[in-house]
Structures are given as structure tokens and as C-alpha cells.
């Protein structure tokens, strides 16, 4: 086995090591929860185990709706996801704009717009998710919702103020650095030619946010009646449904570290200087 595939398994391990503890974890606060599953006179451990029977077989039993909880998650993920991704891509692309093309020919627009970005993105999730729908009278029944959703989960909580302070560091670094002085004097569009450079930033800014966007979906949810992943948690949590939480808890968990697996991946593809770093740690 190769060294970059050894690295792909030690990540994998990780991950399911990761994943696994957060099961064990929640799964205890849960145990000694009021009306927790200790009623059923079977052990924490006995619990755990047959939780992720319930995993592998895909089989964990019916939710407090009747419905199969893996199929309930699946639901929520399927709403709530979509959001999650289109916020996140929406903050890059935003920052990138911004950090980069009106920094580079329209300066005074650029300062202005940083202003107003830092100043919108420290409004709170729930309180730009309230005024979507008193001030601008987003329906909550209607197409505009999640579009709405997409918007707050982007500029909300300092996510689009965060992103954008990283993505002109990564600018203002790569400005510096000698062949782009070099394209800069030949007159190369910079934009194009600082992209790729850009790419692994972007990824590792996209994992790192990934958990935040999760966390606030919660209450986001809750705020405009999007029936996601979030929202299903906090009724789980309601209903004492522990078994309908902790399959969500660890399928955010599994996703995070998926998020964080693939950026490696993708540093060992483009970095020659992260494959030897792996290089040096294998040996």
C-alpha cells in the first residue's frame, strides 16, 4: 500500500474513531437525561450497541411520528442540506467577489460593500430569520422560504463577515508573492490566475464552516417552520426521542468528517508540500 493510500485509511479510521466517540458521548448525557433509555432495563452499552445494529442494518426503529427514523432523518438531511451548501457557496462566491474583483477595479465600491457585509453579518441567525418574515414578508408556505433560508444561514452569526476576512488574507498573501507580481507587470487578469491558487484555501474555509452552518440550521429552522434536519431534532427533543437524537447527532458528525476527510484528500492531490509532510509522517 501506497503512501497516500495509507494516509486515506489512517483519515477513514479517524473519522469513524471521531464519529464513534460522538455517539458514546451524547449517547451518555442522554442516559442519565430525564426518561432516558435506562427505563428499559437493558445497559448504556447494551444501548449503544444495539443503536448501531440499528445503523448497519439500517433499522433504528419508529420515531415519535411513527415514522422509521432513518427514513425521517434522511427527510430532514434532504431539506436541510441543500440550504446548508447553497449558504455555504453563497458566502464564498460573495466573499470572492468582493474580497477580489471590486478590491481590484472599483476600490471605493469594494471598501464600502466590506463595511455593510461586517456590519449585516453581525445580526444574529434568528433575528435576520425574523425580520425575513415580518419585515419582508417572506410566505412560509411559499417558494421564496428557502431562498430566504439560503440568505440568513449566509450573512447571519458573522459567517459572511468571517469568510470574507479570510478569503482577503489568502488575497492579500498571494498578492505578495513573486509570480504575481510577475503576471501583474505583464498585464495577465489576476482573477484567473489567482483562482487555482485560491481552491485549496476556499476547501479548507468550506470544512471549518461546515459545523457552524449545521449549528445554526438548528435555530434557523425553528425561526421560519422548515421541517430539516433541525427542526426534527428540536421536536425529537421535545418528545424525549433519544434515539431519533442520537441518530442525528451522529449523522452530523459523520458529515463534518466527511467534509474534513475530503479536504485532505484534496491537499494531498494539489499540495506537494502537504504529500511530504505525509511522506516524512509515514515513514
Given at each position: 500500500?501506497?503512501?497516500?493510500?495509507?494516509?486515506?485509511?489512517?483519515?477513514?479510521?479517524?473519522?469513524?474513531?471521531?464519529?464513534?466517540?460522538?455517539?458514546?458521548?451524547?449517547?451518555?448525557?442522554?442516559?442519565?437525561?430525564?426518561?432516558?433509555?435506562?427505563?428499559?432495563?437493558?445497559?448504556?452499552?447494551?444501548?449503544?450497541?444495539?443503536?448501531?445494529?440499528?445503523?448497519?442494518?439500517?433499522?433504528?426503529?419508529?420515531?415519535?411520528?411513527?415514522?422509521?427514523?432513518?427514513?425521517?432523518?434522511?427527510?430532514?438531511?434532504?431539506?436541510?442540506?441543500?440550504?446548508?451548501?447553497?449558504?455555504?457557496?453563497?458566502?464564498?462566491?460573495?466573499?470572492?467577489?468582493?474580497?477580489?474583483?471590486?478590491?481590484?477595479?472599483?476600490?471605493?465600491?469594494?471598501?464600502?460593500?466590506?463595511?455593510?457585509?461586517?456590519?449585516a453579518s453581525l445580526l444574529p441567525v434568528f433575528l435576520?430569520?425574523?425580520?425575513?418574515?415580518?419585515?419582508?414578508a417572506v410566505r412560509p408556505d411559499g417558494p421564496g422560504l428557502a431562498f430566504a433560508a439560503v440568505l440568513v444561514l449566509a450573512l447571519g452569526d458573522g459567517m459572511l463577515s468571517d469568510v470574507l476576512l479570510r478569503v482577503d488574507g489568502e488575497i492579500a498573501t498571494l498578492r505578495e508573492r513573486d509570480f504575481v507580481q510577475s503576471a501583474r507587470l505583464?498585464?495577465?487578469?489576476?482573477?484567473?490566475?489567482?483562482?487555482?491558487?485560491?481552491?485549496?484555501?476556499?476547501?479548507?474555509?468550506?470544512?471549518?464552516?461546515m459545523a457552524f452552518l449545521l449549528g445554526g440550521i438548528v435555530v434557523l429552522e425553528k425561526v421560519l417552520g422548515i421541517q430539516g434536519i433541525g427542526w426534527i431534532g428540536y421536536r425529537a427533543a421535545q418528545e424525549g426521542d433519544f434515539q431519533l437524537l442520537l441518530a442525528i447527532t451522529v449523522s452530523v458528525t459523520a458529515l463534518v468528517a466527511l467534509g474534513h476527510f475530503l479536504l485532505d484528500m484534496l491537499r494531498?492531490?494539489?499540495?506537494?508540500?502537504?504529500?511530504?509532510?505525509?511522506?516524512g509522517e509515514l515513514l
Open positions: 500500500m501506497n503512501r497516500s493510500a495509507r494516509l486515506a485509511a489512517r483519515r477513514i479510521a479517524g473519522s469513524a474513531g471521531v464519529v464513534l466517540a460522538s455517539s458514546l458521548v451524547f449517547g451518555a448525557m442522554v442516559w442519565w437525561a430525564p426518561g432516558s433509555p435506562r427505563s428499559s432495563g437493558e445497559s448504556f452499552f447494551e444501548w449503544i450497541a444495539a443503536f448501531w445494529r440499528g445503523v448497519v442494518t439500517f433499522d433504528l426503529g419508529p420515531s415519535f411520528r411513527g415514522i422509521a427514523i432513518e427514513e425521517l432523518v434522511l427527510r430532514g438531511a434532504a431539506t436541510s442540506l441543500p440550504i446548508v451548501f447553497a449558504a455555504l457557496v453563497l458566502s464564498l462566491s460573495v466573499s470572492l467577489v468582493v474580497g477580489f474583483v471590486l478590491a481590484e477595479r472599483l476600490r471605493p465600491v469594494g471598501r464600502g460593500l466590506r463595511l455593510m457585509v461586517h456590519a435576520l430569520g425574523y425580520l425575513a418574515l415580518v419585515v419582508f505583464r498585464g495577465v487578469p489576476l482573477f484567473r490566475h489567482l483562482l487555482p491558487h485560491l481552491a485549496l484555501p476556499l476547501a479548507q474555509t468550506a470544512a471549518s464552516k494531498l492531490l494539489v499540495d506537494p508540500r502537504f504529500r511530504r509532510g505525509v511522506a
